[in-house]
């Protein structure tokens, strides 16, 4: 039977503002990573976090393509905690996870 588990590629539409970015990382390399480990929590993890931890205009189409990170919140000023969804530490720590990944080595910033 068929999963109706909607796919992570849902979360970074094509000629999305977040192409290149660490959502577009992370969804691409827990995409590979389900496509040989259907049940991995890894996978599951990084679906919801991206729920979270994502920009403004993959999560709100048609929005003004604003690539702060919508899950870290505002600071004590009322401005955005993150104002580069690449720069959020959830996403940063998460990437850390798909560290075999070939591409990791962008994203690779993170300390342990």
Not at 12 to 39: D, N, W
Not at 56 to 77: E, K, V
Request: glycine letters at 8%; hydrophobic letters at 35%.
């Amino acid at each position: 039977m068929e999963s109706t588990k909607p796919s992570l590629g849902t979360l970074v539409p094509e000629e999305s503002p977040s192409e290149g970015t660490i959502v577009a990382f992370i969804e691409k390399a827990a995409q590979e990573l389900e496509e040989r480990e259907p049940h991995s929590r890894l996978v599951r993890l990084a679906f919801r976090l991206l729920r979270i931890h994502n920009t403004h205009a993959n999560l709100h189409r048609g929005s003004d393509g604003d690539m702060s990170c919508i899950g870290c919140g505002l600071n004590p000023l009322g401005e955005r905690a993150t104002t580069h969804v690449n720069d959020c530490p959830t996403l940063m720590v998460l990437a850390g996870a798909f560290s075999g990944h070939p591409e990791y080595g962008m994203w690779a910033r993170v300390s342990a």
